[in-house]
């Protein structure tokens, strides 16, 4: 490829072609009629018909069956369980558990997630986790096991 300097530049292609000018006489090809065909609702002024507009069929938005509703104040939580905490720190000896190393293990993926320690299987080592929330069992489990389960930034479990 040669070389581009101020001697061989060169616009895009399509890039110096003109608007589309309708309603400019008939040698335009766009005159008469302006490219609205003959009558019709499109063919007046002001015409501009609503996004999804079927003719007078009822539009298919308004034809699909509505169900249930979304709640907006929900919060989502990611879930680890106790199982994948006790066989990483059985072949990792990880004793303690914080957000960022719970980040790093790939034990949940969204960067700024809530996470939510369940009780799943047993644990019998003493580990720190550190969570959002914690079920009533997983956290009786990780303190029966000589553990402790820290919330970060939340209400306590009632007890």
Do not use: C, W
């Amino acid at each position: 490829m040669a070389i581009r300097n101020l001697s061989n530049l060169r616009a895009p292609k399509k890039a110096n072609e003109n608007k589309k000018r309708v309603g400019r006489g008939m040698g335009s090809g766009m005159g008469k009629t302006s490219t609205r065909g003959h009558k019709g609702q499109g063919s007046r002024s002001g015409s501009s018909l609503m996004r999804g507009f079927e003719g007078g069929q009822m539009p298919l938005h308004r034809r699909l069956p509505k169900r249930g509703f979304t709640n907006i104040f929900r919060v989502e939580y990611t879930v680890v369980g106790l199982d994948r905490l006790a066989e990483i720190n059985a072949a990792a000896s990880i004793t303690e558990f914080t957000l960022e190393a719970i980040a790093e293990l790939g034990l949940h993926r969204r960067k700024n997630s809530l996470v939510k320690v369940l009780n799943n299987g047993e644990i019998k080592a003493a580990i720190t986790v550190h969570a959002h929330k914690f079920s009533k069992t997983a956290k009786e489990a990780i303190e029966k096991a000589g553990g402790k389960a820290i919330l970060v930034g939340g209400e306590e479990v009632a007890a």
